[in-house]
């Protein structure tokens, strides 16, 4: 496949003509060539986007809400086809791609489709002296910036409200994981999407995302990745005054009381510790054991952890596939001599998992369990952003709240428990944006999203991204 830039309604090769290698992390193998794209294609980006802004602004929001139907009904209908490549693209089994990623990413573009049909704005009167009424206008261009766990699913999320609003956008996918966003352009053109309403532009994200990130013309900037390049794109944008969405990196607690529905917390808490590879944002690598309960549980999810299948992504049975890069599989494995450094004993994988036909050359992580590290070593502190979790026991509510809420990070934090008072009492005094009480990734796309301290600034989700999207203006009468 060669993929290409999707700019003005039109797929086009990179200014520079230059091109980097796309590699299946299951095979090791080259399956296509992406454009190496630089500043010149972002600048021809947003003149193109800048074309179609006005009548894209000014289209009802019922035929902009038609247009938003139309692409999620063609990425339903190609979900098989989105899904092989988001799985040769990641490494994830192809069965969470169809289940949960391609779903999802028609989900964020119908939700959005309907939600601007709801979308008001407020009105506060003054006793009878006046009258103010607020108008929310679509800002112009903007710059979505998207990572490569969730390549889809995360680039919708973003692309849906801001298109919604009345924007035009600029989409930089994650240079490891471009094709659903290419087969997306291709949708968006078989959709009748207005030339220039949303351009793509792939490559490195050192080159063509921070040429989004400091373009005068891009006045809003949404980026989801790590914490050190929100960093970095908060710098860039700050001369600029832009508005700045950024979801960050997590290190996020898994709290388990001995008073828990236990079955749930274990089978969950695998989950929470595994899925697509323990490269979600969401997961919960540092989970937290009331002593009571501390040796039964690890023993049961260790056993448990031992029967997840790790292999090809396109077979059905496996529960793991590879992670995205050799790069990355090397920093998930130096994690784990971290660990075993820093006094961790491993309970279960701590290794590279060597995969027979096919996948041979494939980088895959056997699912990690280590125990015997105190709360404040590098390994519990820092993302790992692998399949790789630490059991900790506690004694009391205060020590595991202190403990767990002693990281730079405050994305989400998971707790189990029966008692009611305890599941309120904790939640509220966790940092983090999103608690989940007996439940992991139960999503509903109305509620604010988002992380405290070093995993972000803003929310996504629901009326908060539109608002985000819009630019306010208040209008005050006097009777
Ligand atoms: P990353 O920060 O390396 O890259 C993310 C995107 O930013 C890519 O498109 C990349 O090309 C681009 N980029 C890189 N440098 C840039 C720069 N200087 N200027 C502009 N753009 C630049 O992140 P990643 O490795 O792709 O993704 C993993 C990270 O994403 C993890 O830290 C994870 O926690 C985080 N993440 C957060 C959320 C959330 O909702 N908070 C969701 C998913 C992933």
């Known amino acids: 496949m060669h993929i290409l830039n999707y700019i003005g309604g039109k797929m086009r090769e990179p200014e520079g003509g230059g091109y980097l290698d796309n590699v299946d992390p299951a095979t090791a193998a080259v399956t296509s060539r992406i454009p190496d794209s630089d500043a010149r294609d972002v600048e021809e980006a947003v003149n193109a986007a800048e074309d ?53 990413a028609a ?88 030339a220039g309403v949303l351009n793509i532009v792939h490559g490195y994200g050192h080159r063509a995302g921070s040429a989004v990130a400091d373009h005068p013309r891009i006045p809003v900037v949404s980026f989801t990745g790590g914490t050190e390049t929100g960093r970095k794109i908060a710098a860039a944008a700050a001369p600029h005054f832009k508005r700045v969405s950024l979801e960050l990196g997590g290190k996020n607690p898994n709290i388990v009381f001995a008073d828990c529905p236990y079955e749930d917390a274990l089978q969950t808490a695998l989950q929470s510790s595994f899925s697509n590879q323990g490269e979600i944002c969401l997961c919960g690598p540092r989970i937290f054991i009331e002593r009571p309960l501390y040796e039964t549980f690890r023993d049961d999810f260790v056993e448990r952890t031992r029967q997840l299948t790790v292999g090809d992504p396109r077979s059905a049975g496996n529960r793991l596939g590879a992670v995205v890069s050799q790069g990355h599989m090397d920093k998930i494995l130096s994690y784990i001599e971290l660990a075993r450094d820093e006094g961790g004993r491993i309970l279960c994988g701590g290794h590279r998992v060597r995969e027979k036909g096919r996948c041979r050359d494939g980088w895959f992580v056997a699912p990690t369990v280590i125990e015997g590290l105190p709360p404040d070593c590098r390994t519990n502190q820092e993302e790992i952003f692998g399949p790789v979790v630490s059991l900790l026991p506690f004694d009391t509510e205060e020590e595991v709240v202190t403990q767990a809420n002693g990281t730079p990070y405050g994305l989400a934090a998971m707790l189990w428990t029966g ?34 301290k070093q995993s972000g600034v803003g929310r996504e989700g629901g009326f908060e991204a539109l608002r985000f999207f819009t630019e306010p203006k208040n209008v005050c009468i006097r009777m």
């Open 52 to 104: 179609a802004f006005p009548a894209w602004s000014s289209l009802s929001v019922q035929d902009r809400s038609r247009h938003l139907l139309q692409i999620a009904d063609l990425i339903e209908e190609r979900r098989e086809e989105l899904a092989l490549a988001e799985s040769d693209d990641t490494g994830k089994p192809v069965t969470l791609a169809e289940t949960v990623d391609i779903p999802r």
């Open 107 to 194: 989900s964020n573009f119908r939700f959005y489709a309907t939600a601007i049909e709801h979308f008001a704005s407020e009105s506060h009167a003054m006793g009878k002296a006046a009258f103010n009424y607020t108008l929310r206008a679509p800002i112009g261009i903007a710059g979505c910036i998207s990572p490569w766990n969730l390549p889809l699913y995360l680039l919708t999320w973003k692309i849906a409200p801001a298109l919604a609003a009345g924007n035009c956008v600029i989409g930089k996918p994650s240079e490891l994981t471009p094709t659903t966003a290419f087969l997306l352009s291709g949708i968006c053109m078989e959709a009748g999407l207005p």
């Open 419 to 452: 008692n009611l008072g305890r599941a309120h009492r904790v939640a509220d005094r966790l940092h983090a944006g999103i608690i989940w009480i007996n439940c992991w990734m139960l999503r509903d796309l109305r509620t604010p999203f988002g992380g405290m």
